[in-house]
């Protein structure tokens, strides 16, 4: 694994970049994971098993996360992760390891949608992979968050924290996670986040800032599967997260797609087995093909 940093619009971003060995100008594929998270989470993990099926692999922190430059800190902001995603491309395309013109992306959970915004006007992304992906559109927002009075209150609250750091430059966070704060954007006890020996490292620090409700609520990922002619490949599960979502997301691609349902839970295919080699052997097996 290689250290690296990278310019996102004049923002320094810092990710892992993980090389086939004893291969020259592999294709290169940029991983990225669930919000709010870092890539030590998952991203990491799937850039390495990509790198050992011949993949150069790029996971790196968003504008704002671990340990990457940007403020504020830790807000869900799909526009910037779109954008960084954007140029990440641009810094694996031009790495001498990497065939620029094989370029693939891969999103886990919630980077699915910023992966398919990204492609969707990208045509340097010459294919898609989608793992257990979160994607949304507000009506299905106003079903996961309890109906369309609790949106529109998140909505409100949202913008009451952003008015405030606009003012005060005060940011309101609340813990990602948590089965004690009824405020948590996760209102559970979910292991994967909360167990240290899993996604609960030092380097995730578990808050939510309040301010990113808006722009989360009301993004419309389903609505990006018509622009998509790049070959595109769902993995997923009835018991994983919002599979209806993932129905119609495939329904509307315009490029050729595959979507393959396995088993497991949403949390199963961060860093369980066998959902992980299940997820990377389908993934490298759809780049296999596509980005010859």
Wanted: glycine share 8%; aromatic share 10%; hydrophobic share 40%.
């Amino acid at each position: 694994m290689n250290k690296v940093t990278f310019d996102s619009d004049g923002v320094t971003l810092t990710g892992d970049l993980y090389l086939p060995e004893g291969r020259e100008r592999a294709p290169g594929v940029v991983v990225a994971g669930t919000w709010t998270s870092v890539k030590e989470l998952m991203a990491d993990r799937y850039a390495r098993r990509l790198a050992q099926r011949g993949y150069a692999a790029l996971s790196f922190d968003f504008t704002g996360f671990g340990e990457s430059g940007g403020a504020p800190r830790d807000v869900e902001s799909p526009v910037r992760k779109v954008r960084d995603i954007h140029n990440a491309l641009t810094f694996l395309a031009d790495h001498p390891a990497v065939d620029g013109d094989r370029l693939g992306a891969l999103g886990i959970c919630a980077a699915a949608m910023y992966m398919a915004d990204n492609t969707a006007h990208d045509p340097r992304v010459k294919s898609l992979a989608l793992v257990a992906p979160w994607l949304h559109d507000p009506a299905i927002c106003e079903d996961a968050y309890g109906g369309a009075e609790a949106v529109a209150e998140k909505i409100k609250i949202g913008r009451e924290a952003r008015s405030r750091y606009d003012e005060t430059g005060e940011i309101d966070y609340v813990p990602v996670v948590s089965g004690s704060d009824p405020r948590a954007a996760m209102p559970y006890d979910i292991d994967f986040y909360l167990n240290p020996a899993r996604g609960g490292i030092p380097a995730w620090p578990n808050r939510y800032a309040v301010m990113a409700w808006p722009d989360w609520l009301t993004y419309d990922s389903i609505a990006l599967a018509p622009q998509i002619t790049q070959p595109t490949l769902i993995v997923h599960s009835e018991d994983a997260a919002i599979p209806d979502g993932a129905r119609r997301f495939h329904a509307g691609l315009a490029g050729p797609n595959d979507i393959y349902w396995t088993q497991g839970t949403q949390f199963d295919f961060y860093d369980t087995e066998p959902q992980v080699t299940i997820a990377v052997d389908t993934a490298a097996a759809h780049f296999g093909r596509t980005l010859r």
